[in-house]
């Protein structure tokens, strides 16, 4: 009689393996040397290991690692209401928020009492700048200004360890390539989160005013119609170090507008509930930005030609208006 039975595959074997041994150990010595990607993975071998790979303590380490902003009280107070906690907000938040599509026919969601604002600015991939604030989005004030959202208080100055230099184009796009940046938005209100920044710049440019140096992170969302721009504004002198002068984040629409606080803030809450999250190489970003930029430029062209039309029409109708009159009157 010949045997039947098939021998154990290797995912059974693995599984067995990882069954015989205790869970601390498996917690301790295997999983908090994971990443991420690797530790999602794991959660999908068996249910013990997703029972293992989802505990709360590991993806906090995992979350306060990649964006130390997280560790502020205030963060990790809403965290702990949101379902799955920091787990969550890994997944919500990494990578960037991009191009998404609206849902027309929904009513927009009415807007959160706050978002909280989560910020943190890397050098060389090490952290140099981390804050976390409240916006009150209720605020007839911020409901009808233009969004404007800024993360260091007035005056404030956050001194840095980069070193200006005198070769002014290498200096630019060594601080384009090894400056980036990381704002999340999180809706307390909806559990939801969002990284509207690119991380990786898209421009350096000197201001061409007061000679400060800008670098900017964009993310394109709501059918690549907005873009969301995040500004960090640079001082300093020649063989000193940096300073970090000003940091926010606005939304512009293909006219160049920038949007109002209400407007924004429901394209962010729509962007957190249905948004593609996207990471894209440094190539692509660049060509997203400047393909924006450029199309921002025409409206703008376009609407002037518009104008002088317009006001060239106006002087017409009035001149001939007034030789009518003169006309009718015997002149």
């Known amino acids: 009689m010949s045997d039947t039975t098939s021998p154990p595959s290797e995912k059974t074997q693995n599984t067995s393996i990882l069954a015989a041994l205790h869970s601390d150990i498996i917690h301790v010595h295997i999983l908090t040397r994971l990443d991420a990607a690797t530790l999602a993975s794991a959660a999908s071998v068996s249910s013990l290991m997703h029972r293992l790979c989802t505990q ?49 026919a929904r009513p927009p969601p009415p807007p959160p009492e706050e978002l909280i604002s989560a910020v943190d600015i890397y050098y060389q991939g090490r952290p140099v700048f981390s804050r976390v604030k409240r916006i009150e989005t209720q605020k007839d004030w911020f409901l009808s200004s233009p969004l404007w959202v800024d993360a260091l208080e007035p005056n404030e100055m956050i001194p840095t360890t980069i070193k200006f230099t005198r ?63 995040v500004k960090v504004t640079c001082g300093g002198k020649v ?60 409206s703008r062209e376009r609407k002037f030609r518009m104008e002088k039309a317009r006001d060239f029409l106006s002087t017409l109708f009035a001149f001939l208006a007034c030789l009518f009159f003169c006309f009718l009157a015997g002149f």
């Open 56 to 104: 709360e303590d590991l993806w906090r380490q995992i979350c306060t690692a990649t964006w130390p902003s997280l560790r502020d009280p205030i963060a990790r107070r809403v965290i702990s209401t949101i379902p799955g906690g920091h787990r969550s907000i890994y997944s919500d938040a990494f990578p960037s928020l991009h191009h998404f599509s609206l849902h027309p």
């Open 239 to 298: 063989g000193g170090e940096v300073h970090v002068r000003e940091v926010n984040l606005v939304m512009k629409d293909r006219e160049g507008r920038q949007l109002s606080g209400k407007e924004g803030v429901a394209i962010l809450q729509r962007g957190m509930e249905c948004g593609v999250r996207k990471r894209l190489d440094d190539v692509r970003e660049k060509e997203r930005f400047q393909k924006f930029t450029c199309l921002m430029k025409e």
């Open 167 to 229: 070769k002014e184009e290498k200096w630019l796009k060594q601080l384009e390539e090894s400056l980036s940046v990381s704002w999340i938005m999180v809706d307390p209100t909806g559990k939801r989160a969002a990284n509207v920044s690119s991380r990786r710049a898209v421009l350096a440019r000197r201001h061409w005013l007061t000679r400060e140096v800008e670098v900017l992170y964009a993310a394109e969302m709501a059918r690549e119609r907005v873009q969301c721009v």
